[in-house]
């Protein structure tokens, strides 16, 4: 039964649990008895475009429209971006006074951030569409039902009695999130989130599950998850999509959120697993009685 458990972020549906681990296991090896303690919650292949028989109808998945859900999250990230990277034009400068402010715009801005390069540089070429398909997937994670009930379903056949630690990533912070509420007689005793966009109003936080409430002052607060004793939440000051860095005006002080510096690939989730932050999260949380 495994001790960790970790939950992935978007841009994983062309890998499975196998790769996953794969990935992850190097940076935790040295934490766990063997490799079994370390198991992989993969969700990614529900995002993938299914095949289709030749001689059948292809499906048009469409670009993202110029309003709505997603439009409204490539504008954040797109300010986002602009903040922590000069090469970035802001939605409201000067420049763009004659320029459509849509979803093209927001794109075109985009192509020119390190940190959008980075994370796609496998595909530099693609990444409109990557961007474009990266946001589907926060869309349909919380705004369809049934997905969500399936992307959970996967978190649950993987945590076990033993399970002490989850650890997550990206989008994948708000399953583990949603799942550790959902199961508060589940064991574990630490979360590790990493790069998460947990705490962007409106667009996240809002819609969480259970969704937040006010506290005696007014102010929105999310619910505690679960059974953790400890949450540790992680962010790199140029990491984009984790656009609230401190989690503890949204979910109280108990969070303990660290900023670090993952160099020129801030999101990336083995930067993250080999700070010494999220091992000593991860080590505490094994040991936790």
Known sequence: MPLIVGVHGIGHQYANAGTMQQEWLPAVRHLLPG???????????????????LGGTAVDVGGVVESGYEAELLHAWWREASVVDAAVVPPDARTLARTPTGV?????????????????RRIPAALDSLLVADLRQVRRYLLEPDL???????????????????????????VAYEA??????????????LGSPIGVRQLIFDRLSPPPRTD?????????????????????AGDVVALTKDLRPLFGPAVRSFLVHNGAHAHDSIRYLTTAEA???????????
């Open 104 to 120: 093209q715009a927001a794109l075109r801005a985009l192509s020119n951030s390190r940190f959008f390069a980075d994370a796609y």
């Open 35 to 53: 490799p079994a303690d370390l198991a992989c919650a993969f969700y990614g292949d529900l995002f993938r475009r299914p095949g289709r028989l």
């Open 180 to 193: 550790l509420c959902a199961h508060p007689e589940w064991q574990v005793r630490a979360l590790v989130t």
């Open 148 to 174: 969500r009930r399936e992307v959970m379903s996967r978190v649950e056949a993987v945590v076990a009695p033993d399970t002490r630690v989850v650890v997550a990533h990206s989008l994948g912070s708000v």
């Open 216 to 236: 005696d002052h007014g102010r929105p607060r999310g619910h505690w998850p679960g059974s953790v004793r400890v949450w540790t939440n992680i962010a790199d």
């Open 279 to 289: 091992q000593d999260a991860i080590a505490a949380g094994l040991t936790e009685s």
